[in-house]
């Protein structure tokens, strides 16, 4: 299966998507992680790259087109992967040349501005290690502050406070528009919708497993 999963930051694309690959038998080829990588082997690219990600700005489309097409021909593509995420038509494009192209379904996650700004805001990072903890969902380390895999500090990143995540969220919606609407127009995009029925009592958000059966189960239709 050849899968896209779009949605804002905070809707959990990325977490549903690594734990579903593996599932499938496909490959997850997130693009941040494939930038980070390049990034970190310094390849002309990579460090090129770099410029754009250290101050937070979308690297541009052609740089994109050509990591993107490269890495889905890479051996572990063979069966299919889920693409985490193209950012806009010209990506979504450049996926598309490469595939000559089936993308079975762009999977679209829905999920209320409120929730996303409280899980957003509720984030805090290991300022040494990355690794990521949530207050709303309980994610917590063992000892408050300190991260449970190295030791580092946690921090709110600044660009996970609410003004900064209602601009990040305004920004992903006039990027995303187009896309959405290109996906809908192949007839490919299906929407995924948060909804508080799917919410366990006593819980604040929709845990993870739940919405990874939700998806699979869609997915399954189409097989
Ligand atoms: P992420 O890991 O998805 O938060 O992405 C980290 C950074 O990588 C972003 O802030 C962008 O600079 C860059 N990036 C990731 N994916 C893309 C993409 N599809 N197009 C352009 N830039 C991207």
């Not at 490469?98 to 957003?120: C, E, G, H, S, Y």
């Amino acid at each position: 299966m050849k899968l896209v999963f779009l949605g804002p930051p905070g809707s959990g694309k990325g977490t549903y998507a690594s734990r579903i690959a593996p599932k499938l038998g496909i490959a997850h080829v997130s693009t941040g992680d494939i930038l980070r990588e390049a990034a970190a082997a310094k390849t002309p690219i990579g460090l090129k790259a770099d410029e754009y990600m250290k101050v937070g700005k979308p690297v541009p489309d052609k740089i994109m087109a050509d990591i993107i097409k490269n890495r889905l021909k890479a051996s572990d593509c063979i069966n299919g992967f889920i693409l985490d995420c193209p950012y806009n038509v010209a990506q979504a494009q450049a996926v598309d040349v490469v595939n000559r192209t089936r993308i079975d379904i762009a999977l679209n996650m829905v999920v209320p501005q409120n929730v996303l700004i409280a899980r957003l805001t509720a984030r805090r990072v290991c300022q040494k290690c990355g690794e990521i903890y949530n207050l709303r969902t309980k994610i917590l380390p063992k000892v408050e502050g300190i991260c449970d895999k190295c030791g580092g500090l946690l921090i709110h990143r600044e660009d996970d406070k609410e003004a900064a995540v209602k601009v990040r969220l305004a920004i992903y919606e006039e990027r995303a528009r187009l896309m959405l609407k290109y996906y809908a127009e192949k007839g490919k995009l299906v929407n995924i919708e948060w909804k508080k029925t799917d919410v366990p009592p006593g819980e604040v958000d929709i845990p993870p497993d739940i919405m990874v059966e939700k998806i699979l189960k869609i997915l399954r239709k189409f097989k």
